[in-house]
């Protein structure tokens, strides 16, 4: 799986990780959604590795983001025969991208404010970086996210399981190989956030609202205030 972020200009890219790999001292050899070492420092810009606390949406060079892998483009705005032949989910959607100064607004203003908790199926870098570049949310916050990766990961096995009936019918395995990979295509374009009909578009300056982050800021702020009372009382 790829690592998503969204390149804001002077070298840099915002991204989203597990915050638990932020606060970590020992660096996991392959974790995927973790591209820089939170302990190291980069001898090129002193503001990489930015944060704030509590929060997996990270600024980090160029250079620190690739860690020596490879750059690729994701394509927005694709054809739908163009989609279905992507065999790979995370690399396209059919959705459109909006203006580089919009997208760029929203990575900046969520450096600041966060994204919420990260999941990796229903809230990881790719749908971090979707929102970025589309403002499109889901409004269903059950099953998968935005994210092209994760239906991938769930529509193979998927696929799968609901072609195993038709080895009974079709002698081939060639046949049974391309029902399934039909099967597959047709789970990744069903989800994709260009094509549900469940997205909005929702202003990065009410993304907290409309996904209930505000409410739970407000209870750990008063069970911290009902806390620190509680200590001075004791």
Not at 63 to 87: I, W
Not at 102 to 115: P, S
Not at 148 to 163: D, E, F, Y
Request: net charge negative.
């Amino acid at each position: 799986m790829n690592h998503v972020g969204i390149f804001v200009g002077g070298s840099k890219v915002v991204h989203f990780r597990p915050e638990r790999n932020l606060d970590s001292s020992i660096e996991p050899s392959s974790d995927i959604y973790d591209p820089i070492s939170p302990r190291s420092t980069c001898p090129t810009f002193p503001d990489c590795g930015f944060r704030q606390p509590n929060s997996g949406v990270v600024l980090s060079c160029l250079d620190c983001f690739l860690r020596n892998g490879s750059l690729y483009c994701f394509e927005y705005g694709v054809t739908p025969s163009v989609f279905l032949a992507k065999v790979r989910g995370g690399t396209c959607t059919t959705a459109m991208s909006d203006p580089p100064e919009t997208v760029i607004h929203r990575a900046m203003y969520l450096l600041q404010n966060g994204f919420g908790n990260y999941d990796i199926f229903q809230n990881n870098c790719e749908d971090f970086a979707l929102y970025c570049k589309t403002g499109l949310l889901i409004m269903e916050k059950q099953g998968v996210g935005r994210s092209g990766q994760a239906s991938s990961v769930i529509g193979a096995p998927l696929a799968a399981l609901l072609s195993s009936p038709l080895k009974l019918l079709m002698p081939s395995p060639v046949g049974v190989a391309t029902v399934t990979a039909g099967m597959y295509c047709m789970s990744r374009y069903a989800t994709d956030i260009g094509v549900r009909s469940d997205v909005i578009k929702v202003a990065v300056e009410d993304l907290a609202v409309s996904l209930g982050w505000a409410e739970h800021h407000d209870e750990a702020a008063q069970e911290n205030e009902a806390l620190s009372r509680q200590l001075v009382t004791l």
